[in-house]
């Protein structure tokens, strides 16, 4: 019995990390069809949002079942608890990437904005957090959980300027206004992703030391204005 | 062991349903501060979040010990599994309040729009999904959680009637630009308060019919364009 529960909860962590790829796949590929104002890419990241769904669904149903299953001791139950968070900041993720390309195809044919560098810089620095939060889990390795952490007010920041620059646009150009209204939409999914990144780092260290960072980090944190 | 059990059980339902209560006031609180342009309210919801943040780190952590703790027949596995997944979507739907109270709180000063009788039936409408949606959870009802689901569209109707109109009015106005946005990201928050209840009646009907409903209803709707 312990061994059939050890490969399956071995199968259910490689899962998650398939579905953990496709998402990371999703968040580019939408950020790319942006700055490309690509109405391909953008549909293809909405045509991928089934494949993610199914995924969450499963590892969810296989989760639980490990459950009562395994009668598991707390070293692995706390492992699988891990995978069911992780389960759902990912799919969310993958929501956070349909939004994006959605938002995209809305603004396909409206003039380009002299915002689009910000947003690259934004979009690059909330892939590289999802990437490092799931390494960190991959590699159990908490110091790069830390790092994650300590790079979230960078998208924040990111994001408090992007609101500005935004709100200066439409006010002084109308023409601007339903590209602007989506960008900001775009640059909340951006921040929300990097939000997501930040809770699976905190469940990595909470995972490895025990220590509960969960929402003391938001606390402290002044809000970004969005 | 098992009179042990069933007592947590019981215990942690109730304390989820005190957290409920918590965040639905919350919710109404926050919709308030907005239609008064209440400084004061909006600060008192922000002001709770630490609270609610609070009940849900105790909720997932005993429920996680249950599952360790009872070797838990099917029906409380389901239960438990049903507990941990409300216990996110509400704390989830504090934040979304929270966000609601902040920008009330960018908009104190700004000029009332035209459009606030739409956003309070907008309001309305996810206050009474989120209240029908526990209702059902309580009362075990899957009738009650069916007509929240499909309730679920109007709201969405709202939030796109809103993108359209606070788009005519900042093209046509570029001193509701500040307001305009705020009020987008407002009525994003609010559509996400609906889609959360959503879920949790989604939940409901699996817990008592094992219906997997999540994503396939989402998955047919056309997108509101937000």
């Known amino acids: 019995m312990q061994r059939h529960f050890h490969e399956e909860l071995k199968q259910l962590k490689n899962k998650l990390l398939e579905m953990s790829f496709a998402v990371e796949e999703a968040v580019a590929k939408a950020c790319e069809a942006l700055f490309t104002r690509s109405a391909t890419l953008a ?11 199914n995924y969450e669904i499963e590892i969810d149903e296989e989760g639980h079942a490990l459950f009562a299953l395994g009668q598991p001791m707390a070293v692995d139950l706390r492992l699988i608890t891990m995978i069911l968070k992780i389960n759902t900041d990912i799919e969310r993720m993958g929501d956070h990437a349909v939004n994006i390309a959605e938002k995209c195809l809305y603004i396909l044919d409206e003039p380009p904005l002299k915002i689009d560098e910000r947003f690259e810089k934004m979009a690059a620095a909330a892939q590289k957090m999802l990437r490092d939060a799931l390494g960190a889990f991959l590699k159990e390795d908490t110091d790069l959980a830390l790092s994650v952490l300590k790079r979230d007010d960078e998208v924040d920041d990111y994001n408090a300027a992007l609101y500005c620059e935004l709100n200066n646009l439409m006010e002084e150009n109308s023409k601007t206004v339903t590209a602007g209204m989506n960008l900001l939409m775009i640059s909340h999914n951006i921040e929300r992703i990097a939000d ?18 969960r929402h003391r980090i938001h606390m402290d944190k002044p809000s970004a204005g969005m």
């Open 43 to 53: 549909e293809s990241v909405i045509a991928g949002e089934k494949r993610i769904n």
């Open 196 to 213: 997501l990144a930040n809770n699976i780092a905190e469940d990595v260290i909470y995972w490895k030391q025990g220590r509960e960072v």
